[in-house]
């Protein structure tokens, strides 16, 4: 598979970066011989990142004169922790998993490393030899980097289930009068450990940990890059209270997998979903994801299935769509809140996607992939010229693929009391997701959401969709008015009433006689970054209103709070 990557950055200033998708020389003032070259080549032991920013990519270090890349196994936060701070940055965020920034060539000049997050350079830490390996480039390992100081790094989070624990837990842990367990904490290395004295009561309160009455110790491994931060998880246990920010999340969100505590990792999990909105590449998502996995945290996982779903269209279009997994891939087609165009541009990106992965992905695997596509809901035009592919997989799948042409002709040329008696082991396939086709969706863009609010009638507009994506109904037009309000006098005047604003209005006044009784519109409302083209935001309409709400009740934070756009989608359903 071809490296996706687009920019190199190096420790070392004087670095010349060649990869198959990346030349570009980086210039500094030096002295240069007669030949116009520099004088020192470069370091050895000097890394860089391989990605689209300086601050993420791909792992790459300098030995015996080439570049070459890290394997992922036992590639943790100490090791990406040594690597940031190499590069100038103060901490690491993310570690990736292989693959996630396309693959190197060359060496692979390291594995099995073992850092303990307090080395000056990746090569100081211990691993099994330069060169020394078993691993292939598909696990070349990644990092994201924290960037520096900003406003998202230091804001604190509040996590409290203290359910009415006394104050008196905190002062007890921290005089530690009566402590009658010790808890070690040690790195893998096991040259860096703490100790820990606590109350054996307060433990049992937490079956996970397995303690018992007789138990008198404890000993975890814990990365040392983690352990300025186990006072303040301890704590938690005493209290329910702790302060998380983005430097110490990951680390609190180990700590909790460790000694099982489900709850906090389901509240760190969502300091996690603070970054969704800022990486407009998709790395980040889908490492924290993997990493979500890993750790058995669904809160997670679903917060960034959910953010990825509403921005599946950008998704497909990105360098990382050919590097997600399968079972993330699996994971995102049986979600019916996916934004795409339509279904048949979601078949040819995972016709695509089978296509770069090759002999990664299995025929079985395969199938199970493509039967998640719900021919039904193919505009019946794209369907007819999908029986005319000359596609290897089309070949490799031609039953499945006359299957789903059958049912998809059915389901346009029969009407609902024919079929909606087989529907019930394959309903899925009749429930639209959000398709934002032109026939199916409005989009207003609001100039200022600031007072003077800009002329009110380029926020009211109508647009005509078909009563139904099935050729029966295709004929049949409904009109539909789209109103966008951003002051309570604007509802008002209009006959709405409305107690927070802005506030958006999707309905008709067509008669639904015809088919009122068959179909119903389960519609939504898309709030967009203009800018970024970012989905942060989707929801439905409630009696044909849908009120947006504010940065504290939104599941994401609002990153263009004066800049996004609605987008009115259209769903019709069969009842």
Request: net charge negative.
């Amino acid at each position: 598979m071809a490296s996706t990557v687009s920019s190199c950055f190096s420790t070392t200033l004087d670095a010349v970066c060649t990869d198959k998708k990346v030349s570009y020389i980086t210039f500094k003032l030096l002295s240069l011989d007669e030949d116009g070259q520099p004088k020192q080549p470069t370091q050895e032991g000097s890394i860089r990142l391989v990605g689209d920013h300086p601050s993420s990519g791909r792992v790459e270090i300098y030995y015996d004169g080439q570049w070459g890349t890290v394997c992922d196994d036992e590639w943790e936060l100490a090791e990406a922790q040594v690597v940031c701070r190499q590069m100038g940055f103060p901490e690491a965020i993310i570690v990736t998993p292989g693959g996630q920034y396309g693959e190197g060539s060359g060496p692979i000049w390291l594995d099995d490393m073992n850092c303990k997050g307090s080395e000056s350079s990746l090569s100081e830490c211990s691993f099994k030899g330069w060169g020394v390996t078993d691993c292939s480039h598909k696990e070349d390992a990644g990092v994201i980097c924290e960037t520096g100081p900003n406003i998202t790094s230091n804001r604190q989070f509040s996590v409290d289930n203290s359910m009415g624990l006394s104050d008196d837990l905190d002062l007890l842990f921290d005089s530690g009068d009566g402590c009658d367990f010790s808890i070690n904490v040690r790195d893998l290395s096991e040259e860096a450990e703490l100790e820990f004295c606590v109350h054996r009561l307060i433990l049992l309160i937490y079956p996970e940990l397995n303690i018992t009455k007789e138990s008198r110790n404890l000993t975890v491994d814990v990365s040392q890059t983690c352990h300025p931060h186990v006072s303040a998880f301890l704590r938690y246990l005493y209290t329910r209270q702790i302060e998380v920010s983005i430097k110490s999340a990951q680390c609190l969100h180990q700590l909790a997998f460790i000694f099982g505590v489900k709850k906090l990792m389901e509240d760190v999990g969502r300091v996690f979903t603070l970054l969704l909105p800022e990486d407009n590449n998709f790395q980040t998502q889908v490492s924290m994801y993997e990493y979500g996995v890993r750790t058995g945290d669904l809160v997670l996982q679903e917060n960034v299935l959910q953010y990825l779903s509403w921005n599946c269209e950008f998704l497909i279009s990105s360098p990382v769509w050919s590097t997600i997994s399968f079972h993330m891939m699996d994971a995102l087609l049986q979600r019916s809140d996916l934004v795409v165009k339509d279904e048949a541009l979601l078949l040819e990106a995972l016709e695509r996607w089978i296509q770069d992965k090759g002999d990664e992905i299995s025929s079985e695997q395969q199938a199970s992939l493509l039967n998640h596509i719900r021919f039904l809901l193919i505009p019946v035009d794209k369907l007819y010229e999908i029986q005319f592919s000359s596609s290897v997989l089309y070949q490799n799948h031609e039953k499945l693929y006359l299957n789903g042409l059958l049912r998809g002709f059915q389901f346009n040329a029969l009407s609902f009391s024919k079929i909606k008696s087989k529907m019930y082991n394959i309903s899925n396939n009749y429930l639209p997701r959000i398709y934002t086709a032109n026939e199916w969706s409005l989009v207003i863009n609001v100039t200022s959401f600031r007072y003077p609010y800009p002329e009110q009638s380029n926020r009211i507009q109508n647009f005509y969709t078909p009563v139904h994506p099935s050729a029966l109904y295709r004929e049949q037009r409904v009109l539909w008015k789209a109103w966008v309000f951003l002051s309570v006098q604007e509802c008002s005047s209009n006959g709405v009433s409305c107690n927070s604003v802005p506030v958006a209005r999707l309905f008709t006044e067509d008669n639904q006689n015809s088919y009122t009784n068959t179909i119903h519109f389960s519609n939504r409302l898309i709030l967009t970054c203009k800018n970024q083209n970012n989905v942060f935001h989707v929801q439905d309409f409630k009696n044909t209103m849908a009120v947006i709400p504010n940065n504290s009740t939104m599941s994401l934070p609002n990153p263009c709070p004066d800049d996004y756009s609605f987008r009115f989608v259209v769903r019709p359903e069969y009842i």
